[in-house]
């Protein structure tokens, strides 16, 4: 249909030429195929391709069905595993009675030894760029240990760790409901197989991820098996499903190699960690892996679903069906590989294998990648080397290898420097495709009200940016179609036209081999990515050199036969970016809020250029051989005009739905003077993406009669939320900008609560010989009724507290102020907190405290339910307080 169209266009249009209309083919027969290949990778990333086991599969197999119904009773039948609720302490009991049922119906050929921990410890560390301690009591960790009667305690162990606490507002069906429903049906696996593990496995429950990792920390710290441990398996989501990936590995390249050799569907590849560091998030991997221990392990994470991560919708339902069963498949192979691995050491073992000398190339991280989930390819940095190598040698040697024995050193030097032209030439036109679509994206912000519209519609932001970048590659080759060839036809016998494609195809190989060596010599581990573009160009350069001699080189068949050979690597590279724009995607949304003009369009412009960058990726490849037939400026105007009417058509959809909500933290502040009186109450609101209040105003018109604001509303009038306000969720409160506040009732304050959180002196201070003054205090959480965590701001010329060991954390500084230095506190006592700080510098002591309440009053809960149905409120009370000593 195509096709005829563009002959009758022709026959009316003679601007249009025979040229034209073979690179329209050439055009719309790409995007047939650039579209079976993303259909492809959707298929594979939303697991398609997985038939989950239902909850009567033999009981020698992993059933997703019967993890789903373990989710259900932690995320549905339990109201809240939040700390400070009863739901926590009910999800523990839950398992535990799990775990006596998998005992009491064991084998006699294996010993099972179940264990409730309570934690208590506190700690300095750094989360999102920020240095604080953390103090906790009271955490709960349950512990299964399966090993054969003729183990010993000694024997290192297996540990496999999922947390069963979930954030505030969520029922933490994917986070992490279903790590701690996998790690149950493997557990039941491994006794109903009638498998005995060669090696002792630990199945730790953990109570207390949300908090930082808290109950991580108390097992690794406090548990009596924590030196047994020579492996470990971190479960963790961020989504609903999708792919089970692996972001982190190590410390050591064998952890990555036993994952290789075992998992049926292996998911992840090794850039994944390179990039981790810049996510506003973390996990117990760390705690395991480099801040309280050296224990080779996986972080392997669902990425997919991300709208739910953390929000109400984050339920039974939104599960991406086929992943719980690709995981608990994954795993138990895993589990058992890790078993008969000869790498495995205890903590006794590993530090003996240290010190005799081990290699370095043992305790490097590897290079891995997988193939559409259908293999992995993995090579140590050793390998690496090698072969990243290879194709800078083959770009700096090929021009000898063709033009030496011919025509001379004269000429193939001549060819090299064509070559390095080539690629000055595409490195243009792949910086041409990034600007174009941030460009364009730019532009339509500044005619839209709105940012963020491809939110809810992923599709939208392709539409929009993938045209525009394309055209952006050809941008250059159109404007400037002289190549400046150094070398001379007649002397090396060949077209001027066949040396300029030469020239261009090395080029772009060229580019890609330097990229690849770079990321590598830099000591990271994605350079897989142009490794292997570099590696399929060449057949495919083959089979086109072959196909000229038979079809002539203006021949679209010669163009096929190109095409061809890199339909695998532009497969796997069509699969690494769907998987990382759609991830990117969600993530937009709870990135955090930047303050205007700029804030405004920072979203568009990163969505904007990560597609432009990734379309550089898969098409760029091809180009230095399509580019002659899709270079030309009908083709030009065809993409450009695409991109207009894409922009234009999705300005009228609305960035947010049901299943892609967007997020608002709400905030009931109350502000005491001490245990009894109320300096100050109100609501305060503030957005976690670049679509500020007066757009949530505006279309949530419930919300915005609630809080009595009018047709004369002014965003630069109203009362500001400052981030003092927000201290309560430190650090998370640096994600807010521009927030509001609003008046509310303080009487329902002093109705539900008889007395506030506040902070008193024990003892009277003491003074030391060399003039240092110590105070000891007293916390108490007054009559609140479900603490979630405490914060304390300590302002001051302190030198020392009983925190983290008697050690402070780096201090924050803040423009013109004194350093401060922040303590996180959480865990439900009947005993208050004491604590003492010293100082011995004059001046006062100033400590700031915010607590988190998760109980919601009822106006809050009234104002709460005004927001429609796009937006997920995460709501809590936060109570302020302010002393000086």
Excluded at 125 to 153: C, P, Q
Aim: with cysteine; net charge neutral; proline share 6%.
């Amino acid at each position: 249909m195509g096709i005829d169209y563009l002959k009758v266009k022709t026959s009316i249009n003679p601007r249009l030429s025979s040229g034209d209309v073979a690179g329209f083919k050439l055009l719309f027969s790409l995007a047939i195929i650039y579209g079976l290949l993303s259909t492809v990778a959707y298929y594979v990333t939303h697991m398609k391709f997985i038939t989950p086991l239902g909850i009567d599969a033999p009981l020698d197999r992993f059933s997703e069905a019967r993890a789903v119904e373990h989710i259900r009773v932690l995320a549905h039948e339990i109201d809240g595993r939040q700390e400070g609720r009863q739901g926590l302490h009910d999800a523990a009991k839950y398992i535990k009675t799990q775990l006596k049922m998998l005992k009491a119906r064991a084998g006699s050929n294996v010993r099972i030894e179940i264990e409730q921990d309570v934690v208590n410890g506190s700690f300095n560390m750094m989360f999102l760029g920020h240095s604080l301690s953390l103090g906790y009591r009271n955490h709960t960790n349950i512990v299964m240990r399966i090993s054969s009667l003729e183990s010993k305690d000694t024997d290192p162990s297996i540990l496999l760790n999922g947390h069963f606490d979930s954030p505030p507002g969520s029922p933490g069906a994917g986070d992490c409901g279903s790590c701690v429903a996998s790690i149950l049906e493997i557990a039941r696996l491994t006794i109903d197989s009638g498998w005995v593990p060669p090696k002792p496995l630990i199945f730790l429950f953990n109570g207390a991820e949300e908090l930082f990792m808290l109950g991580s920390h108390g097992f690794i710290t406090t548990n009596k098996w924590r030196n047994t441990i020579g492996a470990f398996i971190n479960l963790e989501a961020s989504g609903n499903g999708g792919l089970d990936f692996v972001c982190q590995s190590g410390p050591g390249s064998w952890p990555s190699k036993v994952y290789a050799e075992s998992a049926i569907r292996p998911m992840g590849n090794s850039a994944a960690q390179d990039i981790f560091s810049f996510v506003p998030g973390d996990t117990d991997y760390r705690m395991f892996a480099t801040d309280f221990g050296d224990i080779p392990g996986l972080d392997i994470i669902f990425l997919h679903g991300g709208y739910f991560y953390h929000t109400s919708t984050d339920s039974v339902e939104r599960l991406l069906p086929g992943s719980i069963q690709a995981r608990g498949d994954n795993l138990f192979n895993l589990v058992k590989a890790f078993t008969i691995s000869p790498n495995l050491k205890n903590a006794h073992q590993r530090g003996l294998y240290r010190d005799s000398g081990v290699s370095k190339d043992d305790e490097q991280q590897p290079i891995f990648f997988d193939y559409v989930s259908w293999f992995l390819v993995y090579y140590s940095r050793k390998q690496g080397m090698i072969f990243h190598s290879m194709p800078v040698a083959i770009f700096l040697l090929i021009p000898f290898f063709m033009w030496f024995s011919k025509c001379g050193l004269k000429c193939s030097f001549a060819a090299l420097f064509d070559n390095i032209k080539g690629i000055l030439f595409h490195l243009i036109g792949i910086i041409f495709g990034v600007i174009f679509p941030v460009v364009f994206s730019i532009l339509r912000l500044l005619f839209s009200a709105q940012s963020m519209n491809w939110f809810a519609h992923p599709y939208l932001a392709y539409m929009m940016f993938v045209p525009c970048s394309l055209a952006g590659m050809l941008f250059p080759r159109i404007c400037w179609n002289y190549f400046p060839l150094s070398q001379a036809p007649y002397l090396v016998k060949s077209s001027k036209q066949e040396l300029i494609d030469e020239s261009r195809f090395w080029g772009a190989f060229g580019l890609y081999a330097l990229i690849s060596m770079a990321y590598f010599s830099a000591g990271l581990s994605g350079g897989f990515l142009t490794l292997s573009l570099a590696a399929l160009m060449i057949p495919a350069w083959i089979f086109f050199h072959l196909s000229v001699k038979y079809y002539g080189r203006e021949s679209l068949t010669s163009a096929a036969c190109f095409l061809v050979p890199t339909l695998p690597l532009l497969l796997h590279s069509v699969y690494f970016s769907v998987f990382l724009v759609q991830f990117l995607i969600e993530k937009m949304g709870m990135m955090g809020s930047i303050p205007p003009p700029h804030g405004y369009f920072v979203p568009d412009v990163i969505v904007a250029a990560t597609i432009g960058a990734l379309t550089g990726v898969c098409v760029g490849p091809i180009l230095p051989v399509t580019g002659h037939w899709l270079a030309r400026s009908s083709i030009m105007q065809f993409l450009l005009h695409a991109t207009v009417i894409s922009m234009a058509l999705s300005s009228q959809f609305f960035p947010y739905t049901i299943d892609a909500p967007k997020r608002v933290i709400l905030q009931h502040t109350v502000v005491t003077a001490d245990a009894g009186q109320i300096d100050d109450i109100s609501f305060d609101i503030s957005v976690l993406d670049s679509n500020a209040l007066p757009f949530l105003f505006k279309h949530a018109p419930e919300v915005a009669k609630h809080l009595n604001i009018d047709s004369d509303f002014s965003f630069n009038t109203a009362n500001q939320s400052y981030r003092e306000s927000w201290m309560a969720i430190y650090p998370l409160s640096d994600l807010f900008s521009r927030s509001l506040k609003f008046p509310a009732n303080r009487d329902e304050i002093l109705k539900n609560y008889s007395y506030f959180p506040h902070i008193s002196t024990t003892k009277q201070q003491t003074t030391s010989i060399d003039g240092s003054r110590r105070v000891y205090l007293e916390f108490s959480l007054g009559s609140l009724k479900e603490v979630w965590v405490t914060v304390l701001n300590v302002t001051g010329p302190i030198s020392g507290w009983s925190f983290a060991n008697a050690t402070l954390p780096a201090p924050e500084i803040v423009k013109g102020a004194p350093p401060s230095y922040i303590c996180r506190l959480s865990g439900v006592a009947k005993e208050n907190w004491t604590f003492w700080l010293e100082t011995n510098s004059p001046g006062d002591i100033r400590i700031e405290v915010g607590v988190v309440e998760q109980y919601l009053m009822e106006s809050m809960k009234k104002l709460k339910n005004s927001f429609p149905e796009w937006v997920d409120v995460i709501a809590f009370s936060s109570f302020l307080s302010t002393y000086i000593f």
